[in-house]
């Protein structure tokens, strides 16, 4: 399984939205400043507003494609009020 997910900083109240094949583990590694993340390093801590599971990494991938476009964005920020 794989997951499109959508973490809201609330430190900056800014979303980072991406890819993995365990929600868990990537939002501790968001939390915590993983080294690997450049764009969460200093955000953190993070709270998981949304996750879309698939079966293969292809459809998530173009989810996360989609909601990181521009009217992507705007739909974004339409569900989640922020």
């Known amino acids: 399984m794989y997951y499109t997910y959508i973490l809201l ?3 900056d109240n800014r979303c980072y939205t991406g ?3 365990n929600i868990e583990r990537r939002l ?3 939390s ?3 080294k690997a993340t450049r764009s ?9 507003i949304f996750a879309q599971e698939f079966l ?3 459809e ?3 989810l996360e494609k989609f909601l990181k476009s ?5 739909i974004r920020k339409e569900w989640f009020k922020i």
């Open 40 to 48: 969460t390093i200093n955000r953190g801590p993070f709270r998981l």
């Open 32 to 34: 915590v400043g993983h």
């Open 19 to 21: 890819i993995t094949d």
């Open 28 to 30: 501790k590694q968001h």
């Open 70 to 74: 521009g009217i992507g964005r705007e």
């Open 60 to 62: 998530a991938h173009e």
């Open 56 to 58: 293969d990494r292809k």
């Open 9 to 11: 900083s609330e430190k």
